[in-house]
């Protein structure tokens, strides 16, 4: 059989969560696609993000989205979820989790990604982002909603996150504590919970410098520049690769 080139298994870096994540390729909610710019040619971005999700609903999912293969081509993964969760239970009990709850789904998450072979070290949990409730409830009002987010319970639910990652022993970023540093926080938010460009470009900055140490032994580039290809034997030049 004639020579072909290769077929070529892309590195990925799972991104799993709830609107935060399903947004994350969008104008304002551009994490992921930052990610993914800076990971050109070396990693595929694999977005599994479901709006208005909790972890009990997630931790059901997962299993139906990571598989054994997903799992062996998996470099960095993030679990972002809690935004939810932290629903006050009387006003939104459809998305509403209870603390302890919270915390063991993270925890049944992280075991699964294991299983499926993730190791520890390249999971990252990622806390709910602070809630600017002004914004939230005037957005809830003009679209019919129920606000139900205060921001000292989100508080709680963030601890816990970063709890069970120092319990698990996977990576941490503490969005929510990097927001409320600043008086003015708002400006990281578009409607109170979801991320303004500033948002995004804040989180990016807390967990590039993790996925870029997770990715640091992959080739600088798949496949080779152009001007390393001979143009006299394409074939030849790319079957090296």
Not at 117 to 124: M, P, Q, T, Y
Request: proline letters at 5%; a negative charge.
């Amino acid at each position: 059989m004639e020579n072909t080139v290769k077929m070529q298994k892309w590195p990925k870096v799972f991104l799993f969560g709830d609107s935060l994540t399903q947004l994350c390729f969008s104008p304002e909610g551009c994490w992921g696609a930052m990610l993914a710019d800076q990971l050109t040619r070396r990693c595929d971005i694999l977005a599994r993000g479901f709006s208005g999700y909790n972890v009990r609903f997630c931790k059901e999912l997962l299993p139906a989205l990571l598989d054994k293969q997903t799992a062996s081509e998996t470099v960095a993964m993030t679990i972002f979820l809690g935004a939810n969760d932290s629903n006050n239970k009387e006003l939104n009990p459809q998305q509403h989790c209870p603390l302890e709850e919270y915390r063991q789904g993270l925890k049944d998450m992280v075991e699964f990604a294991m299983s499926q072979g993730v190791s520890r070290e390249k999971i990252i949990l990622i806390t709910p982002p602070a809630v600017y409730e002004p914004d939230w409830r005037q957005y809830c009002k003009e679209n019919g909603k129920t606000a139900a987010l205060d921001n000292k319970v989100t508080e709680t639910y963030a601890k816990a996150c970063l709890e069970v990652a120092d319990e698990m022993g996977t990576k941490k970023v503490d969005v929510y504590s990097r927001m409320v540093k600043e008086v003015d926080y708002q400006k990281y938010l578009s409607d109170g919970l979801h991320f303004s460009v500033k948002g995004s470009q804040l989180l990016f900055s807390l967990l590039w410098p993790i996925v870029q140490d997770l990715t640091s032994d992959l080739p600088e580039l798949l496949f080779p520049r152009w001007d390393a290809i001979n143009a006299a034997d394409v074939k030849g030049s790319l079957l090296k690769a």
